[in-house]
């Protein structure tokens, strides 16, 4: 029997990796229900699946994993406040959750486990948080990564990780952050808030290249992961689907954006047989939903362009004129420099590259310290025949960049053009 | 909870005395301390005199050291607060962001410790 301890033990440990992965908001969002601590939900948590392992490499697997864990993880949590001293005090604070324990010591089956992730993924992403903060606690609590993967995706000492998730829970405990779903009038902005966590983390990940950046590919899934959860939580919210849909349709073409030695292709070179038909489809369908609502939003907008580049069969067939007009709305929504760079990008394809130039000059005011201003300018002016000139934008465009691939491509770029002229 | 929101504002960002703007300024911070009032989260609010007015005091060695002001020319300056009791960080925001100076200046808003 001895031999089958290292098994039991394997099969526990598998067990628990796979239900921390899945289950952490759900086992946590249950636990803060009752614990209003937030620390102290992830302790008790961590400490309920140290027993787990214990138990299980012992006894086998449970039934319902994840009740079970849920209700170590309540008991860690009384005998927490039954060994504090002002007991009497928190007695009353605490009664439901005492209350819940009794209830289930008289009964066999493990509790059920409440969804409370929607209030959970309002508290990670509350605006009293620093961004950065807002996506690492998002990851640790929603998608149950651990905070060694967090710090890794981040480039982050793992040690630095920790204590930025320690320092957020302490302030959302002690400021008084509330696990409260917004109310109806804070809805829009708070819920554009979790959005734009979740698409962070998509961005971070698709800016990732390969090799050791592999781990950080996995964020765009994470992120689409989230982007389902919050559509489940929130059916029938046009953002929530356009934002689902712009992630699955940027990243149907992640197998054609990058070369075999980690490089950037651009979107009008990418071989399109690459790009993942049923993402695309599955991209579409959400985004058509989204705008039959007729209640449209920045995701939304964003993703009828990709959907559009998604749709045509190549660069030349793509709808300029349409992306153009999709660009513009997006900057009356929010008037994002950026946004007009882009919809000059796409004039430059609809009514040519002077034009193009013409709309670029009312940005550079905006966005002269934006390598991607100077890249456009750069291919602009290359195609407009005035050499010298994108080279200057070429070298400056490389000086502001930030990444390794990206300054490579720009290089190419400009090494393509010397050798055409 | 009680939250303490410490109104910051640099010398000369706001409205001055005698300005057309002045008076709305002003009616802002009444209609702002009679909501506090009529939701019953008022637990207490000033405006402070300016720093020139200030004295800092400290104790070295048992001995206690008075200092004239600080000054400070150009940084925001503490320039009044309210101790509000809010059900949690979201109300306490939406009141504190009904402070005129905070469309200027800022508002910083603190808990209140709770010794245990």
């Known amino acids: ?421 | 909870m009680k939250y303490l929101a410490l109104i910051y504002a640099a010398p000369g960002a706001g409205p001055d005395y005698g300005t057309p703007e002045f008076g709305p300024y002003m009616d802002g911070y009444r209609a702002a301390t009679e909501t506090y009032q009529r939701d019953g989260v008022m637990l207490a609010g000033e405006a402070l005199q300016d720093t020139s007015t200030a004295t800092t005091v400290r104790i070295r060695n048992g001995k206690t050291d008075t200092m004239d002001g600080p000054f400070a020319e150009t940084k925001e300056q503490l320039g009044g607060f309210y101790l509000l009791d809010c059900a949690n960080l979201d109300e306490a925001i939406r009141y504190a962001a009904m402070i005129p100076t905070a469309e200027h200046g800022s508002v910083e808003v603190r808990p209140i410790m709770e010794i245990e």
Request: hydrophobic share 45%; with cysteine; proline share 3%.
């Open chain 1, 1 to 421: 029997m001895a031999s089958d301890v290292p098994e039991l033990e394997d099969r526990a440990r598998k067990a628990i990796e796979a239900l921390a992965r899945a289950e952490t908001g759900r086992l946590l969002g249950a636990l803060l229900r009752d614990v209003r601590d937030f620390q102290m939900a992830e302790d008790c948590l961590q400490e309920a699946l140290e027993s787990a392992l214990l138990h299980w490499s012992r006894n086998g697997l449970p039934d319902s994993r994840a009740g079970w864990v849920l209700q170590a993880a309540r008991r860690k949590a009384i005998d927490r406040f039954r060994r504090a001293r002002n007991f009497d005090r928190k007695a009353e604070e605490y009664g439901l959750l005492i209350e819940l324990d009794q209830q289930a010591l008289s009964r066999e089956e493990p509790p059920e486990i409440p969804d409370e992730r929607l209030r959970l993924i309002f508290t990670c992403c509350h605006p009293a948080l620093d961004s950065k903060t807002r996506v690492a606690l998002t990851l640790r609590t929603l998608c149950g990564l651990t905070t060694r993967e967090i710090a890794r995706a981040f480039l982050y000492a793992t040690e630095a990780m920790a204590q930025r998730l320690v320092r957020a829970r302490h302030k959302i405990t002690k400021a008084g952050i509330p696990f409260a779903i917004p109310e109806p009038d804070h809805w829009a902005e708070r819920l554009n808030s979790v959005l734009s966590v979740i698409y962070l983390i998509f961005n971070e990940g698709y800016s990732a290249t390969a090799g050791p950046d592999l781990l950080r590919h996995d964020l765009c899934l994470e992120a689409i992961r989230l982007g389902r959860l919050m559509l489940e939580l929130a059916p029938g919210d046009a953002e929530c689907e356009g934002l689902l849909a712009l992630m699955l349709l940027n990243h149907s073409r992640a197998q054609a954006r990058i070369d075999d030695h980690g490089r950037m292709i651009p979107l009008d070179q990418q071989d399109r047989s690459l790009w993942s038909s049923s993402e695309i489809d599955e991209g579409s369908r959400t985004l058509e939903r989204a705008l039959a609502r007729r209640r449209a939003g920045l995701f939304q907008l964003q993703a009828a362009i990709s959907a559009l580049h998604a749709e045509a069969t190549s660069h030349a067939d793509t709808d300029w004129h349409q992306i153009v007009l999709l660009y513009e709305a997006m900057h009356a929504r929010s008037d994002n420099p950026v946004y007009l760079l882009n919809r000059a990008a796409a004039l430059s394809y609809a009514h040519g590259a002077d034009q193009a130039l013409e709309a670029l000059g009312a940005v550079e005011a905006a966005l002269g310290g934006y390598q991607p201003f100077h890249a456009a300018r750069a291919d602009l002016l290359r195609r407009t025949g005035q050499f010298e000139a994108a080279r200057q934008s070429y070298r400056r465009a490389i000086e502001l960049s930030g990444n390794e691939s990206e300054r490579q491509f720009l290089a190419s770029r400009m090494a393509a053009m010397e050798q055409s002229t």
